[in-house]
């Protein structure tokens, strides 16, 4: 078998099935290093938070399957920190949940609708629930702050150290991953510039990146993350900013923004805002757009005073792919596997694509194998120069809609006009 990727899924599609089967002789490929894409570069939310979920979670017709998709999701955040333990992979994982804050008055309503939606659909208390001010505050408390939603089911981790641990697991246990080696799939197999390597089962793990394989340009959109990170801060800091569960954390605005408290006392911090290019173009130089990262400073500093002008230790950035529906599939067409399309929250779906992907090429006729993702197929997104127009005027308006909001202005033409743009 080959995979094309080593970054989280294309890994623990590999760790799951060389535990089940030792006999499988197991090839990744890639194009650049282990965990040169999003799994090296992302906020270390491992959360059991899908995209699309409240959309499903609200629909009748996706409601049971999303509610097991979630239940599983719920599992492999604490499968995660199992295996992470049984392979010795020092990575920082600390599950203490996740903080969505609502920094403005429209944000109540939001979240509040959020927490609605999932009891309505059966999700307990004890899953995700509403915080009060008061019991916000002692989880996180950002300058302004008029309740929270909260959810146990988040563990914080190191993205690279991650994603560098479960390489050197999967090799031990006779995996062969081999870097600097672009592959596509062909009949039979994988091409490289090396050689033919013959395969029953190729699972595509590419990610953003699947947009230069053949044929795939349009599956998939890749929309640049970018993030900061402190110097490790004094506790008299912490103490004044709150994470002390090491909680990762965001607020209800729509243009998402992420953080966590990392394992030596940093702050990582993150958000959406840079522009989409055109035709899906991936270059290394679009990771360091200085508009979207003055743009992530000042947000840290307006949430967190403390933070104003604190000294950023590092910034980086990266592609996510998001599908023309914004939801994740997992999708087999002949001897080829996809999984994907995780809108920024692949940490933890990773390693439950990777879980069933392995039950699907074993022929495992698992609960896993008929969760709703599988066989989901997205449409298309729009041929250029649609696609360009529409993605960053949709990234224009969620800044437009957030700023109006700030104002205290109920923006209801803008977010209209924006549902009815195609990026979501």
């Given at each position: 078998m080959c995979i094309l990727g080593a970054g989280?899924?294309?890994?623990?599609?590999?760790?799951?099935?060389?535990?089940?089967?030792?006999?499988?002789?197991?090839?990744?490929?890639?194009?650049?290093?282990?965990?040169?894409?999003?799994?090296?570069?992302?906020?270390?939310?491992?959360?059991?938070?899908?995209?699309?979920?409240?959309?499903?979670?609200?629909?009748?017709?996706?409601?049971?399957?999303?509610?097991?998709?979630?239940?599983?999701?719920v599992k492999t955040v604490g499968e995660i920190g199992d295996a992470v333990t049984a392979e010795g992979i020092a990575c920082g994982y600390a599950r203490g949940g996740t903080v969505i804050a609502a920094t403005r008055p429209a944000h109540v309503g939001r979240l509040q609708h959020s927490v609605a939606i999932a009891r309505d659909a059966g999700v307990g208390e004890e899953d995700v629930r509403w915080l009060a001010p008061s019991e916000a505050a002692r989880r996180v408390t950002p300058s302004r702050l008029l309740g929270a939603l909260y959810t146990p089911h988040c563990a914080a981790v190191d993205p690279a150290r991650l994603v560098v641990g479960l390489a050197d697991a999967v090799e031990r246990r006779g995996v062969a991953i081999y870097e600097r080696t672009p592959g596509r799939p062909v009949s039979g197999g994988v091409w490289t510039?090396?050689?033919?390597?013959?395969?029953?089962?190729?699972?595509?793990?590419?990610?953003?990146?699947?947009?230069?394989?053949?044929?795939?340009?349009?599956?998939?959109?890749?929309?640049?993350?970018?993030?900061?990170?402190?110097?490790?801060?004094?506790?008299?800091?912490?103490?004044?900013?709150?994470?002390?569960?090491?909680?990762?954390?965001?607020?209800?605005?729509?243009?998402?923004?992420?953080?966590?408290?990392?394992?030596?006392?940093?702050?990582?911090?993150?958000?959406?805002?840079?522009?989409?290019?055109?035709?899906?173009?991936?270059?290394?130089?679009?990771?360091?757009?200085?508009?979207?990262?003055?743009?992530?400073?000042?947000?840290?500093?307006?949430?967190?005073?403390?933070?104003?002008?604190?000294?950023?230790?590092?910034?980086?950035?990266?592609?996510?792919?998001?599908?023309?529906?914004?939801r994740p599939a997992i999708t087999v067409e002949g001897a080829v596997i996809t999984a994907g399309s995780y809108v920024g929250n692949g940490v933890a779906a990773a390693h439950l694509a990777g879980k069933t992907v392995a039950d699907l090429v074993r022929g495992v006729d698992s609960e896993l194998v008929h969760l709703p993702w599988v066989g989901h197929r997205s449409r298309r997104w729009e041929p250029e120069p649609l696609r360009w127009a529409g993605v960053n005027l949709g990234r224009k308006l969620t800044e437009s809609i957030d700023r109006a909001e700030d104002a205290g202005r109920n923006p209801r033409l803008r977010n209209a006009i924006f549902r009815r743009l195609p990026v979501g």
């Open positions: 989280y899924t294309g890994l623990w599609t590999a760790h799951h099935l060389a535990i089940a089967d030792r006999r499988l002789r197991i090839a990744i490929v890639e194009q650049e290093h282990v965990g040169f894409g999003a799994s090296g570069r992302n906020g270390g939310w491992a959360s059991a938070e899908l995209a699309g979920m409240d959309r499903m979670l609200a629909d009748p017709r996706t409601r049971p399957g999303m509610v097991r998709l979630y239940r599983q999701m510039p090396h050689g033919f390597i013959r395969a029953e089962r190729v699972i595509q793990a590419a990610e953003a990146y699947r947009t230069r394989l053949t044929g795939q340009r349009r599956r998939v959109i890749p929309v640049y993350s970018l993030m900061v990170v402190t110097p490790p801060l004094a506790d008299a800091t912490w103490t004044e900013i709150g994470l002390g569960a090491r909680e990762t954390f965001s607020d209800g605005r729509h243009l998402i923004i992420y953080g966590q408290r990392t394992e030596d006392g940093r702050m990582a911090f993150g958000g959406r805002g840079a522009p989409y290019h055109f035709g899906s173009r991936i270059e290394d130089s679009y990771d360091l757009d200085q508009r979207t990262f003055a743009s992530i400073r000042a947000t840290l500093g307006d949430l967190f005073p403390a933070l104003a002008g604190v000294e950023i230790e590092g910034e980086w950035g990266g592609p996510l792919a998001i599908a023309r529906d914004w």
